[in-house]
């Protein structure tokens, strides 16, 4: 669970409510480890409104307002950032890399890409 001097603060900055909220949330991350929000929200015993998870991000600035606080929050362990449907750009990745975080940007089986001194191919001619 939490340390007990992040248990001291979230019992004073929150109700008794929400520290019990806090407490299943964190229980169900530690329980299930990899989680998307879909997952979450199957457990989780409050609902989550369906927009919430199905927020679109498809430009760089509103991926990077996304990412940064989680960069910060996290910056003490090593990180891999899994980007799924519009977490995919080449600018995003160039923007992680240059961050030096470790990325894995899924994509369509129909995008083209071009591998260093090699034509165009298409990610399903290639077997992946």
Same mark, same amino acid.
């Given at each position: 669970?939490?340390?007990? #001097?992040?248990?001291?603060?979230?019992?004073?900055?929150?109700?008794?409510? *929400?520290? %019990?909220?806090?407490?299943? &949330? $964190?229980? =169900?991350?530690?329980?299930?480890?990899?989680?998307?929000?879909?997952?979450?929200?199957?457990?989780?015993?409050?609902?989550?409104? #369906?927009?919430?998870?199905?927020?679109?991000?498809?430009?760089?600035?509103? *991926?990077? %307002?996304?990412?940064?606080? &989680? $960069?910060? =929050?996290?910056?003490?362990?090593?990180?891999?950032?899994?980007?799924?449907?519009?977490?995919?750009?080449?600018?995003?990745?160039?923007?992680?890399?240059?961050?030096?975080?470790?990325?894995?940007?899924?994509?369509?089986?129909?995008?083209?890409?071009?591998?260093?001194?090699?034509?165009?191919?298409?990610?399903?001619?290639?077997?992946?």
């Amino acid at each position: 669970m939490l340390p007990k #001097f992040y248990q001291n603060c979230a019992h004073y900055v929150r109700t008794p409510a *929400q520290y %019990k909220m806090l407490e299943i &949330l $964190l229980m =169900l991350l530690q329980i299930h480890k990899t989680v998307t929000i879909e997952k979450l929200a199957t457990v989780f015993p409050q609902p989550i409104r #369906f927009e919430s998870r199905r927020q679109r991000m498809c430009n760089l600035g509103e *991926q990077k %307002k996304l990412i940064r606080p &989680l $960069l910060q =929050l996290f910056k003490e362990y090593q990180m891999l950032v899994l980007g799924d449907r519009e977490f995919h750009s080449i600018k995003l990745a160039n923007w992680l890399h240059s961050k030096g975080i470790d990325f894995v940007l899924c994509q369509k089986k129909g995008t083209y890409i071009r591998q260093e001194n090699q034509s165009h191919q298409r990610l399903q001619s290639l077997g992946i």
